[in-house]
């Protein structure tokens, strides 16, 4: 069974940085596209990043582009998420999911896919 376990999140200051993780257990990593989504407090569920099995494509959403950074690590069955210049509006719960869907310009996740448990992420002015 694949199980996604996200971490990292916390309480942190704007301005700061910090890196999120999503290790999946239960099957081969490297064999799933991945994707973050966040959902900010009182709004809809958003796409934020994601890249490939290889590593080498990568997509964000335009208003995390610059400041974070999607990465893997097949070799520890990890995603990671940095995080830099924090402001208060990346507050939300962030998750991570496999990505079987293209949508022409990124990789999405849809029901189908497998999802981790959230992460929560506070960002304080």
């Known amino acids: 069974e694949v199980q996604l376990q996200a971490s990292g999140g916390g309480e942190v200051q704007a301005g700061g940085s910090l890196t999120l993780s999503c290790k999946m257990t239960g099957f081969t990593f490297s064999a799933f596209d991945m994707t973050w989504v966040r959902r900010a407090p009182g709004k809809d569920r958003e796409w934020v990043s994601s890249i490939n099995r290889e590593g080498d494509l990568i997509y964000y959403t335009d208003s995390v582009k610059g400041r974070f950074t999607i990465s893997r690590d097949n070799a520890k069955n990890t995603l990671y998420l940095q995080i830099n210049n924090l402001k208060p509006e990346d507050t939300a719960v962030y998750y991570c999911?496999?990505?079987?869907?293209?949508?022409?310009?990124?990789?999405?996740?849809?029901?189908?896919?497998?999802w981790g448990q959230g992460t929560e992420l506070t960002v304080s002015s």
């Open positions: 999911a496999t990505a079987s869907y293209f949508s022409g310009d990124h990789f999405f996740a849809g029901n189908s896919d497998y």
